[in-house]
């Protein structure tokens, strides 16, 4: 089951993947950044994702980096963000 924080359920996935590595949850999480529709709260997303897979995994490297996201949120640079940018200059 997909959730409307985790579209594509590359979030749970991660999750069930044993002795997954640091480097590749970084991959998985950024993939699912950039699946995010643009009007989505990535915070939002962040935290609700935590509660429901991280409080069962507190040790997953997943769960790290969910937690990092929530203390550094990177800012949201879409497509349609960058295009509206070359256009006016």
Do not use: F, V
């Not at 969910?66 to 295009?83: C, D, M, S, V």
């Amino acid at each position: 089951m997909h959730s409307s924080h985790d579209p594509k359920g590359l979030i749970r996935e991660s999750y069930r993947i044993e002795g997954i590595s640091d480097a590749e949850c970084r991959s998985i999480l950024i993939d699912w950044a950039l699946s995010l529709p643009e009007e989505a709260d990535q915070r939002e997303a962040l935290g609700a994702l935590l509660d429901l897979h991280g409080i069962a995994k507190p040790d997953h490297p997943m769960t790290y980096l969910l937690k990092a996201g929530l203390e550094n949120p990177a800012p949201r640079r879409g497509r349609r963000r960058r295009e509206r940018q070359s256009d006016a200059g």
